[in-house]
């Protein structure tokens, strides 16, 4: 089967976009593999449809492919052992990410980059290990969201793709969208019904998440951003919602959520502002202000800005130890403290944990000697389980210590500090889809990281005349919406916890759910689901 002329643009296009993501033809790609229990739903709307075509498709070297709407593999099938080993050897194994940054022009990344049909022959295929294969790809749209669910691939070891590919595979599709239709539309009547008993009393934000289903009444519309929803489905997914979170707008709210029986991955919020909360990057120093004071924690995380609010930014001495040390200017802390005594301004000592130990002793002096009547000595060190024992002795002289968690400890108030940074853009505000992809990471770098991306992504925004920041527009490495890196870290740290308690309890599993504090069918069930002990 030949490609169309507005087929050879789809995938002159898609080259492009695989070199830009820095594959060459000749690379063979690890699979990026991730956790596909979140596809549940489409496996189950597909199974029997693909078991039935697996019948059709038995004695032919062909495949049936189906990725979920992140592009990840979470079915094949085929009836030859030769294309069976073929497709193992190119990295088609479940969980496999096929987006096109992973594993350039296929009719499984592609056809959802385009959200249409894409008949990609052997050589049109970007890498070179595909080029044995045709494909014809086809977007699998829910019928209730529009949104696109999965893609179904039919895969030939042919140069051109037989043309009867084409119907049988719209036939399966269509099978499947039906499936996903009768079961979204029981799952929605019951988080539906969920919501509407919550939302009985008009005095309470309430918002509900299902699969692909988001509501809200009057009160909860006014509160949550689109990057809150992103927030809430995360909590969601991970089983692990806080009585308090942070929203976009820097109003922190109680909540409590409630699980939707038999449907996964869905709730029914209640959130009740706290109004006298203040937004997550504003910093108040309390009415009296101890002597000497510690901040704590990792570079970015914000430690200088509160030393510096303790002190008063326009009336305070700053030292700042990491660009002395760069610059190899020596730091004289006598005659610095001495000066801020004389003028009456409080100091910062930024980055006290990298003094040397004569200059640790000096300031431990200061810091004891320190009274409530003086202006503040404020010492900015890493976070306290890192430091060495003079920076550690420093810090336990201070009347007043406050340790600030990193960046990747604070995904309920990641889409406000987002939103806050890009209060400084003129009407730009993040999308869910940004919000969703930014959540996934790790930010090793923090706060500075994240200004980092978001200033790229407002600008790629600006660029295209856009009010709102979409995935997009981040830096490639954070486009991913796919929260398999974060829950796969989850199910990795469970395992190791399980292992670890029946090593301990040498293998006594009712010893080791005691130690767990799990009953022993809970640690059963689990010990089904990650497969342990198999």
């Not at 109004?275 to 009415?287: G, K, N, R, W």
Request: proline content about 6%; glycine content about 8%.
């Amino acid at each position: 089967m030949s490609t169309s002329p507005t087929q050879r643009t789809v995938i002159a296009a898609s080259w492009q976009r695989a070199r830009e993501w820095g594959l060459t033809p000749d690379d063979r790609p690890e699979p990026v593999v991730g956790d596909i229990a979140s596809a549940d739903p489409l496996l189950d709307a597909a199974r029997p449809i693909l078991a039935r075509a697996a019948q059709t498709l038995h004695g032919t070297p062909t495949a049936l492919l189906l990725v979920d709407h992140r592009s990840r593999l979470v079915a094949r099938v085929s009836a030859d052992a030769t294309l069976e080993r073929t497709l193992a050897e190119v990295g088609a194994v479940a969980g496999a990410s096929f987006s096109e940054a992973s594993m350039g022009t296929t009719a499984l990344g592609t056809t959802a980059e385009v959200r249409g049909d894409v008949i990609i022959n052997a050589e049109e295929h970007y890498l070179e290990q595909f080029r044995s294969l045709s494909c014809f790809g086809q977007p699998i749209i829910h019928p209730s969201t529009r949104r696109v669910a999965g893609v179904l691939c039919m895969t030939q070891v042919a140069a051109r793709l037989n043309p009867l590919s084409v119907p049988l595979v719209r036939g399966v599709v269509d099978d499947i969208a039906e499936r996903l239709l009768s079961r979204s539309s029981s799952d929605h009547r019951l988080v539906i019904a969920a919501y509407e008993q919550a939302a009985e009393r008009r005095d309470t934000a309430v918002a509900a998440i299902g699969d692909d289903l988001q509501l809200s009444n009057a009160l909860a519309a006014q509160l949550l951003a689109p990057g809150d929803f992103g927030t809430l489905r995360l909590l969601v997914e991970q089983n692990d919602v806080p009585p308090m979170i942070t929203l976009v707008s820097g109003v922190t709210v109680d909540v409590e959520a409630i699980r939707v029986r038999s449907v996964r991955h869905a709730a029914v919020f209640r959130l009740r502002p706290r109004l006298e909360a203040l937004p997550p990057t504003s910093v108040s120093p309390p009415p009296a202000v101890a002597p000497t004071w510690a901040v704590c924690g990792e570079p970015g995380t914000g430690r200088t800005t509160r030393a510096l609010a303790v002190t008063g930014r326009e009336s305070s001495v700053t030292v700042d130890v990491p660009a002395a040390l760069i610059d190899g200017t020596p730091v004289d802390l006598a005659a610095v403290l001495r000066e801020s005594r004389s003028r009456g301004q409080g100091v910062v000592i930024d980055g006290a944990d990298l003094l040397d130990e004569r200059s640790l002793a000096l300031l431990q002096s200061a810091v004891a000697a320190r009274t409530g009547g003086e202006p503040p000595i404020v010492v900015v060190t890493g976070p306290p389980d890192t430091l060495g024992p003079g920076a550690a002795a420093l810090v336990a002289r201070c009347r007043r210590r406050t340790t600030l968690p990193p960046l990747r400890q604070r995904s309920t108030e990641l889409a406000a500090l987002c939103q806050d940074f890009l209060r400084t853009e003129p009407r730009l505000e993040l999308g869910a889809d940004a919000a969703d992809a930014l959540l996934c990471h790790e930010w090793p770098g923090n706060l500075h990281e994240l200004a980092m991306v978001l200033g790229d992504a407002a600008e790629s925004a600006r660029g295209r005349g856009s009010r709102t920041v979409a995935v997009n527009d981040l830096p490639s490495a954070y486009r991913s919406t796919s929260r398999a890196s974060k829950l796969l870290g989850l199910e990795q740290a469970e395992r190791a916890a399980i292992v670890a308690a029946l090593e301990s309890a040498d293998g006594n599993k009712s010893h080791a759910a005691k130690a767990l504090g799990i009953s022993r069918t809970t640690l059963y069930s689990r010990l089904r689901a990650l497969g342990i002990g198999r």
